[in-house]
């Protein structure tokens, strides 16, 4: 069965990630673990909502559409803020938990402030920068989006 997530983050990190059709978490509790990475699988439906890099973190909104190919954990080398030293981060911030995209289709960052889908999340329940959207959520998503960007998405 399909599920449908919400994936947020910089927009630093954002434009590197879609360019690179993958995503890194850092270490999360368990519990988010049990939740969201452990029931993935591949063919899953993703929004990608950038916010302003800090200090700012401003929702920008939702600026791509990607479909999962593939969820694991690679400790040995670990991502540095999305793309490897390209960010600088603290030494100790790593990102072992990979994130792959089959498919992505997203706004070129020129046209993120004007074109972005105003889409307001609850904090609580996206603040590991994952989450689950009800079904009815994406789609109304993506229709905005088609209808906003002139075009017909498809993953």
Not at 6 to 24: Q, S
Not at 46 to 53: F, K, N, R, S, T
Not at 74 to 99: A, C, H, T, V
Request: with cysteine; hydrophobic share 40%.
């Amino acid at each position: 069965m399909v599920r449908y997530w919400l994936i947020a983050g910089f927009e630093t990190n954002m434009v590197i990630g879609i360019r690179l059709k993958r995503w890194g978490l850092r270490e999360i509790p368990e519990e988010i673990r049990r939740e969201f990475l452990d029931n993935a699988s591949y063919g899953d439906l993703i929004a990608l909502q950038a916010l302003e890099d800090p200090p700012s973190k401003k929702v920008i909104g939702i600026v791509g559409f990607a479909k999962l190919k593939e969820v694991f954990y690679q400790e040995k080398i670990p991502l540095k803020n999305g793309y490897y030293e390209e960010w600088p981060m603290p030494k100790d911030w790593s990102f072992p938990w990979r994130i792959r995209f089959e498919s992505v289709c997203a706004l070129s960052e020129d046209r993120w402030r004007d074109y972005a889908i105003e889409f307001l999340v609850e904090k609580e329940k996206y603040k590991w920068g994952i989450g689950i959207l009800e079904r009815g959520q994406f789609y109304d998503l993506l229709r905005r989006a088609e209808e906003k960007w002139g075009i017909i998405i498809r993953l």
